[in-house]
C-alpha cells in the first residue's frame, strides 16, 4: 500500500526522501509528495501519477536545502488519485503542519465534522486531511505538539501510520503506529521512518519495528519511542540482511523478470541451514518454540492467507496431509476472520505473507489467538508484525520482492512449507527416519531443478509473446497441480489484464468445459507417470475431452513422459521430482509466460494498474 518515508539529519532531506519512495514504488501507488521544514518554513510539494511527476515538479519548483522532513506514495482508498488528493496534507489556517498517513481513519466522517466546527478548511477528499486539521487545532490549543498528536492518534480508529512535521518544531519527526508497518531506521547523527526497510536501507541496515499502538519521537540524536497511554516503550533493534543492490533490477528488463530469474537462491536460502546433510530436518527457530510434545497435541491445522500466499498455502496442505497425517484447511484470511471458525487450543494456525504486514492475515491470527490456538507464520520481512505476533516464525530468506505480482516469495514461501510438512511428520512419527531422510534430500536437489527449469524456459516465454492476442486462457490441474493452476491464471489477471481461470481438472465435467471452444488456449500441468498414485491417466483424458472440443493445449509435464506429447499442442518439460514438490517447479513456466505476454502487450508488470504490493487496509 502506501509509500512512507522520514527523516531527520545533515544529508539533503530530499534526496534521501525521493530515493526512498523510490525504492518503496514496489508497494504500488498512484501519487508522491513530499514536505520539508527548512530556515524556519514548511514546503510541501506533491503530484498525482509516477514519482517521475513529483520529481520534475521539484526541478520545476526547487525546494530549500533542508535536513528534516517526510515523504509519502499514496494508493488511493479516500477520494480519487489527484494532485489534491495527494499527501502530504497540511493541517491548521496557517498550513505549518504536515501529515502523511498509510491506512483507513474509519471514523473520520465524525471527526471531519468536528473539524470543520472548529473552523478547518479542508482541500481533499481524504479521511487522512482529518488527522493533520485535528492535531493543528490542538497544538494551537496548548502549545505541545507531542501532546496534541498524541491526543489525536488516540481518538482515531481504523488503520494508521502517521508522520508529521511542523515548522514551528524543525528538529522532531513525529509518527504512530495502529495496524500498519512502521520501522525506524538508526543511523550515525541521523535517523529514519519507513514503511519497510527498504526506505532506508542505503544508509543504514539497523533498525526497529514499531510496536502495536506506539508513538515515535525522531530526532538526529535519538529515537524515543512510547505507547498510545505515554509509557516508555521498548524493542530490540536488528540488522538487516540484504543491501540497497539487492532492491534493485541489476540490468534486468524488469523486477518481475529479476526476480523469476532469483528464484533458485531465494529455495536454497530458505533451505539453507534446516536440512542436514542427511537430509534431516534441522529448524532451531521452530523447536524452540514449538517444542516436539506441542506439535503431538495438534489436532488441526488451518492455514489463512490471500492472494498468490493462499496458492502456497494449498500445496502445503497437500505436504502436511501426506507426511504428517494431520488434517488441514485453507482459508483465505478475510473470510476466516469474519465467519464462525472452530479453533481450539489443539489447533495450529499457520498464516503465509511475504511482508508481515497483510492486514486481512493480521487481524485472522489475532482472532485465532482469541479462540486459543497456536500461530505459526511464513514470512519474508524481518521485524514484520506478523512474525512479532506470532508464536513462531518460519522466515523463507527469498530477499526483497520489488514486483507487485509475486514469484520468489512463492516458490520459498511453498518450500517453507515443505519444511514445516517434514518438521510435523518426524515429530510426529508419521515418516519414519529413513523416509524423512529421503524426502529432505530430495528437497535439498530443488535449487539445482529449479536452475535447470529457467535454463529452459524460452520456450514459455517465446508461446507467451505469441499469445498476447488471447482473450481468455483456462488453466487445469490436479492434486498440486491445481494450486498451481489458479496462480497461473492469477498471474495472467494481475499482469496482462485478460481472463483467465484455474480449475481443478476434475471439475471439467461439472461445468467449466462449457468455456471450451474452438481455439481456446488451455495450459494443463501433468503429473508424472511414474508416481504410484499418479493422476497421470486421469489428467491425459481430461486433455482429449478438451482437445475434442476445440482446445490448444499447452502442458506442463515432467522429463521422461513419453506419452504428453501426442495429446497436446505444445509441452513444456520440467525435472522428474518427488510428487509433491513437482509444484515449485511447474509454477515457473507460468510466471515466465505470463511475463511474456503481459511484455508483449506493452504494459507495466512491475506495478500492474490498481494493484499494490502490501495490501495493509481490511
Known amino acids: ?73 499514496r494508493w488511493a482508498t479516500h477520494g480519487a488519485p489527484t494532485d489534491q488528493n495527494a499527501h502530504p496534507h497540511l493541517g491548521g489556517p496557517t498550513s505549518k503542519l504536515s501529515l502523511i498517513h498509510n491506512g483507513i481513519i474509519e471514523n473520520f466522517a465524525e471527526l471531519k465534522a468536528e473539524a470543520i466546527a472548529h473552523g478547518a478548511k479542508f482541500a481533499s477528499e481524504t479521511d487522512s486531511e482529518v488527522a493533520a486539521h485535528l492535531i493543528a487545532i490542538e497544538y494551537e490549543r496548548n502549545g505541545d505538539l507531542i501532546e496534541s498528536f498524541s491526543t489525536v492518534v488516540n481518538r482515531l480508529h481504523g488503520a494508521f501510520t502517521i508522520l508529521v512535521v511542523h515548522e514551528d518544531q524543525p528538529d522532531v519527526v513525529l509518527a504512530a503506529r ?120 495438534i489436532d488441526r491445522i488451518i492455514i489463512v492467507a490471500c492472494g498468490t500466499a493462499s496458492y502456497a498455502g494449498d500445496v502445503t496442505k497437500y505436504a502436511i496431509e501426506k507426511w504428517a497425517r494431520v488434517p488441514v484447511q485453507v482459508e483465505l484470511s478475510h473470510e476466516f476472520r469474519y465467519r464462525s471458525p472452530i479453533v481450539t487450543p489443539n489447533t495450529l494456525v499457520v498464516a503465509i505473507s511475504q511482508s508481515g504486514e497483510t492486514m486481512d492475515t493480521l487481524m485472522a491470527i489475532r482472532y485465532a489467538r482469541e479462540l486459543g490456538a497456536k500461530v505459526l507464520a511464513i514470512c519474508n520481512t524481518q521485524g514484520a508484525t506478523l512474525a512479532r505476533e506470532s508464536n513462531a516464525t518460519i522466515y523463507t530468506h527469498a530477499g526483497p520482492e520489488v514486483a507487485v505480482a509475486s514469484t520468489k516469495a512463492l516458490t520459498a514461501q511453498i518450500t517453507a512449507g515443505y519444511l514445516l510438512a517434514l518438521t510435523l511428520g518426524s515429530a510426529r512419527g508419521a515418516l519414519t527416519t529413513a523416509e524423512a531422510a529421503r524426502l529432505g534430500k530430495e528437497l535439498l536437489k530443488l535449487p539445482a531443478k529449479v536452475q535447470d527449469v529457467l535454463a529452459t524456459a524460452k520456450q514459455a516465454e517465446e508461446l507467451g509473446t ?150 495493509t487496509v481490511e
Not at 56 to 63: A, G, Q
Open 178 to 297: 495502529r495496524n500498519a508497518p512502521l520501522v525506524v531506521g538508526l543511523g550515525d547523527g541521523e535517523n529514519f521512518l519507513g514503511s519497510d526497510v527498504a526506505a532506508f536501507v542505503e544508509h543504514t541496515k539497523r533498525a526497529i519495528s514499531v510496536g502495536q499502538d506506539e508513538i515515535v519521537i525522531l530526532r538526529t540524536d535519538g529515537v524515543e519511542l512510547r505507547h498510545f497511554d505515554g509509557t516508555p516503550a521498548t524493542h530490540e533493534e536488528f540488522t538487516v540482511d540484504w543491501d540497497a543492490s539487492a532492491a534493485s533490477k541489476g540490468g534486468w528488463s524488469s523486477f518481475m523478470a529479476k526476480e523469476i530469474a532469483d528464484q533458485p537462491q531465494a529455495v536454497a536460502d530458505t533451505l539453507m541451514g534446516r536440512l542436514d546433510s542427511d537430509g534431516l530436518i534441522t529448524l532451531p527457530e521452530l523447536f524452540e518454540d514449538f517444542p516436539v510434545a506441542d506439535m503431538k497435541s
Open 1 to 73: 500500500m502506501c509509500g512512507i518515508v522520514g527523516y531527520v539529519g545533515p544529508k539533503s532531506t530530499v534526496d534521501v526522501l525521493i530515493g526512498g519512495l523510490r525504492r518503496l514504488e514496489y508497494r504500488g501507488y498512484d501519487s508522491a509528495g513530499v514536505s520539508v521544514v527548512a530556515n524556519g518554513h514548511l514546503e510541501t510539494r506533491k503530484k498525482a501519477g509516477k514519482l517521475g511527476n513529483l520529481e520534475s515538479e521539484i526541478t520545476n519548483h526547487p525546494l530549500p536545502i533542508a535536513h528534516i522532513g517526510i515523504g509519502h506514495t
Open 466 to 615: 505469441k499469445m498476447a492476442g488471447a482473450k481468455s486462457v483456462l488453466f487445469l490441474g490436479r492434486n498440486v497441480g491445481y494450486p498451481i493452476a489458479m496462480e497461473g491464471a492469477l498471474k495472467l489477471k494481475e499482469i496482462a489484464y485478460i481472463h483467465a481461470e484455474g480449475f481443478a481438472a476434475g471439475e471439467l465435467k461439472h461445468g467449466p468445459i462449457a468455456l471450451i471452444e474452438e481455439g481456446q488456449p488451455v495450459i494443463v500441468i501433468v503429473p508424472s507417470p511414474d508416481d504410484e498414485d499418479s493422476l497421470h491417466p486421469k489428467v491425459i483424458s481430461n486433455i482429449q475431452e478438451i482437445r475434442a472440443r476445440g482446445a490448444k493445449v499447452i502442458a506442463i509435464a515432467q522429463e521422461g513422459d513419453k506419452t504428453v506429447a501426442d495429446y497436446a499442442e505444445h509441452v513444456l518439460y520440467v525435472p522428474q521430482s518427488d510428487p509433491i514438490m513437482a509444484a515449485v517447479l511447474d509454477v515457473i513456466p507460468l510466471q515466465g509466460f505470463a511475463l511474456a505476454l503481459a511484455t508483449a502487450l506493452g504494459l507495466d508488470v512491475d506495478q500492474p494498474r490498481n494493484l499494490a504490493k502490501s495490501v
